[in-house]
Each structure stands twice: as structure tokens, then as C-alpha cells.
């Protein structure tokens, strides 16, 4: 049903830019593209320090039409190397403040997945990353942390976490234009990630059940979606133990809205936007019973700068019942939700080379409302190694 309404949701909007024709992509496209991040708590811990990390993106997208004449076809890989620190492991938040951090550093396969075209509809199947496309703003993905890639009440579900980074896992989407800028899609997941480089491997077992998410929507100056997403087989609840000595078990399910605006300007020149996002969860299998997201995206702030992008965000996960009572059992204050605000300004030092400071204010991290307020400082790097077309 859920589905159902997510595709009656998709029945108006406005339209959307042309994409580039299919007949320009090229046979082979190859990307390579280095990221390092400094960063530390300025202030609410001691003694202060910081971490070094960084991500290694490679990427490969064959044109099976050009190539060998499968018609409506592409193949897609994505490797991920990932080194270096962990600073959230200082700032001690619930949400991260990072999202290139992860918890076990090594080389992985992200993605392997064919898409294969049919008119308006699209199918992929492989190992997919459900928040390239799922529950992701444009206008937020400047901002480092982790909230504002996806919500909190879904990326802490699952036995692994979901088919997110670092780790995604087997599945098939299929995607419906339906023209006018309007869109529907669904995907079904094994609920358990994992991918070559992980321990274990890639799960093809599916003891754990599937993950089913839909989302459908319109595009353009305006841009709106719902989605929805449901567990198969029943998780653990956070706190509650049944008579037998065993934790009771729920279907770890949610929902979720976000939107966009143009406020001014056009992609050709300085444009602003603002972005919104709520989520909301069963509140008994993690830590969340939702939260939201929200901010503004302004391209080209400064004139003399074409490349400069300035951005701020504001977050709030909020916390359930369970963990709050399993945090006072514990012996401390909990607090209704951990919050955070974040400012980030990136430019282009060269064609290549990308320079992104950036600033975030955490309250009540960690869920504790004790906690000092912290002060995140960060500075990004990121160097694109694509080779030009003409190499």
C-alpha cells in the first residue's frame, strides 16, 4: 500500500530541465577522486585533538550499447578505499560528524550493478547504494555530516546498517519516469550489507530478510518526495525484554518527506536553495524516533569565484523513550535529542583541486544533556584524478 501511495503522490509537478542525450555518454567513463579531511574538537573536550582521514572513489561505467550492443544497458563499478582516524570517536556524538568516517578502514567493492533500460522504466540490480538515489537532498550534499546524507532513523538500522556507505548489499530497484519531472521508484535489499573487503563478504544468503523502500516525487525549481521503507523480519528491541529473558522484536520500519526550492538565480549563474527534511521511525529498534534536517545551498556567493558554494545546515535527531530510559539507567541526563548546526564554504583552487573549511556546533552529543557543547573544525581536500577525455 505504501508503494501504492507513493505512486498516486507522483501524480502532478512541474517539469524538468532535459538530460543530456544518452548518444553523448561515452563507451568507457572513468572516475578517480581523492578526499582528506582534518578533523578535531576545538572546544567541549579535553584534551582537544584531531584526526586525519580520507576516501579514495573509483568509478567505471560501460555503455554496453556502444560496446556491445545491448541496447538500453550499463554496467556499473565503484570501489572505495578508506583510511586514517575516526574523530567522531573525540566528539563522541550519536550522529557522527563525518561522512567519509568509518569504523573498520579498508579497500571495498561499493557497487556492482547493471541498469538496464526499458522506455520509462529503468532496473538495476547488483550491489547498490539505496541513498544515491533515496532519501537524498542535492542541495544538502556539501555539508560533512552524516545526517544530512540520510536520516539517522534509517542509517542505524539494520544488522549491518542499511545498503548505505561504506558497505551496500545485493538488490533491485527500478525507477519509473513518469514524465513532467515526476518520478517513482522501489527497491528491495538484502537486509544485511556487505561487500568484498568487508569480513564475510557479500551476503548472499538473505537470512536476515530484505529491506523494501519506495519514494516517488517531482523535480525541477521545486522539488518534493515521499518515501517509505519496511524490514521483512523483525529486529530487537532497544530495551524491552519479554518474560522469557529474550528482547522483544518489532519490524523496524519509517517514513520520510523532503523538499527543495530555488529562491533565486539559475543554474547558468549565482543561485540559492533551501532544503527540509523529516523522517520518522518506529521508535523501538534504535536509538531515533526521527528527526530533521534543514538549510540553504548558495552557488557562486562570491562573484569573482564561479566554482565557490556556501552552505548551512541544521539537524536534529531525536531520541526515543527506550534509549533515553536505557541512558538514565546508565547514569545519565538524557536529553530529548542531539543537535547540531554546521556552516562549510568550498572553492576551486584549481580545475582539480577543491579546498572545503568547515564548522559544526554539536549540542547535547552523545544524547546527554551533561555533554558541553561541542566544536567541530574541519578542513576538506578533495582532488579529482579522472582522466580528461582527451587522455
Known sequence: MAAAALLALAAAGPALADEPPAEDAPVLALGAVYTADVSGVARGVHPRAGRYLDNLDLTADL????????????????????????????????????????????????????????????????????????????????????????????????????????????????????????????????????????????????????????????EGPTRFSAGAWRYSRRQEDIRVILPDGQPAHHHAQGAYVLGEQRMFGSDAGASGHVFLRVGLSDGATTSFRGGWQAGFLIARPVASRPDSQLSLGFQQGVLNRRFRNNLRDAGGKPARAESGIELTYSDKLTSRITLQPDLQWIHHAGGDRLAKDRVIAALRLKIDLSPSPSD
Do not use: C
Request: glycine share 14%; charged share 15%.
Open 63 to 218: 555503455n554496453l550499447e556502444k560496446a556491445v550492443g545491448w541496447r538500453g544497458a550499463v554496467l556499473h563499478a565503484y570501489a572505495l578505499n578508506n583510511s586514517g582516524g575516526a574523530p567522531n570517536d573525540i566528539a563522541g556524538t550519536l550522529q557522527g560528524v563525518d561522512n567519509i568516517e568509518v569504523a573498520k578502514p579498508r579497500l571495498r567493492l561499493f557497487e556492482l550493478w547493471l541498469e538496464q533500460s526499458l522506455g520509462p522504466t529503468a532496473i538495476r540490480a547488483g550491489l547498490y547504494n539505496l541513498n544515491s538515489e533515496f532519501y537524498a537532498n542535492e542541495s544538502a550534499a556539501l555539508l560533512l555530516n552524516p545526517s544530512f546524507g540520510i536520516g539517522s532513523e534509517l542509517a542505524a538500522t539494520g544488522p549491518n546498517g542499511p545498503s548505505i556507505f561504506p558497505s551496500t548489499a545485493l538488490g533491485v530497484r527500478m525507477n519509473v519516469d513518469l514524465g513532467a519531472g515526476r518520478y517513482a521508484r522501489a527497491a528491495v535489499l538484502n537486509a544485511k550489507s556487505g561487500v568484498l573487503g568487508d569480513p564475510g563478504g557479500v551476503d548472499w544468503g538473505f537470512g536476515n530478510g530484505v529491506l523494501t523502500i519506495a519514494e516517488a516525487g517531482f
